[in-house]
């Protein structure tokens, strides 16, 4: 009985420990917060959580394999390369600006034990090698100009991961816009033509 | 006498704690690090400096105040704005990735003290206004494409911040390829035709 309630309670455990990490910072937050700010006793949590450490691998675990698994839905389509650049440059900043706090928390990717250091580090490289895997395509489709696949992956990536920092919901661009403007430019910057 | 021997170290205080911050962290270095490392007394640091906090500050306007400079001349030149821009991405990826460390402290900036704080992100808004500005020349004189300027500026700065993030000295790309990259990318991005 307990362990599938526990097991239920493991979504909202993470959602309210990515507020509290948000809000107060990661090494400021304790357990006891996240325990209060889903109603569980401390020792509860530690039914399947060992520490704060692999709370925090935990948040952005599930952050990096939401973005992970829409790219990889981008690349397994059946669009041009150039369609699939478009379309994945658009639901990065979407998925960024919608959730920004998640983005920020990927600064405290050194606070973490080793081995969900080198987790975390996988998933991140998985995401650029998918984005290089598009430009590849699209170089090899004609639609993109020959050029260092691996490097136009990663000034892609500081381009559109750059967006959280100066985004205001109450500026005086919508999230569309900004997508708008980032696909254009960054098509632009890889076409061939 | 002890006032002009100590003004001649500030420059060495600030260096030291440059590479004691980037070393340990701002939070985990103490002022007695920085006077070992300069082979001063504790006691002897405060004649010219409030705290530590008074030091990230002063080592975070250095840096701000190298870049301005840099991109002040480019932006006063005779070049067309064209080779502004050019210019302007590649000392900004030499100066960045010749002193990766001195970038990363930027993260600290949340750590200043309030008026500190102010003053550091004027000195950085102050550089995206000097790149705005080399754009809105561009979109004049018929060599960028009319477009969102502010934006546009926000647009460089993401792609050529992120360098230090993933450059690797003993890396495949020298600093030149790098920056001849991201010119010419960048470049044909803004570019009218």
Known sequence: ?????????????????????????????????????????????????KNKNELLFLVLKNTAESYNQALEAVVASSLSPWDKMDRAIRQHIHLQLEHPGTVTLFRDVGELDKPYRRE???????????????????????????????????????????????????????IPEIAEFYSDTLLKSLSKS
Chains 1, 2 share one sequence.
């Open 120 to 174: 975390i580090r996988q998933a991140l490289k998985r995401y650029r090698e998918l984005l290089q895997e598009i430009i590849r395509q699209g170089i090899e489709a004609g639609q993109f100009r020959p050029s260092d696949a691996s490097m136009a992956a990663l000034f892609v990536l500081g381009a559109i991961n750059f967006v959280h920092r100066w985004y205001r919901e109450r500026g005086p661009r919508s």
């Open 1 to 49: 009985m307990e362990s599938s309630e526990t097991l239920a309670k493991l979504p909202q455990i993470i959602e309210a420990a990515t507020r509290c990490f948000q809000d107060k910072g990661y090494v400021a937050t304790t357990l006891n917060d996240i325990a209060d700010a889903v109603q569980l006793q401390k020792p509860t949590l530690y039914h399947y959580l």
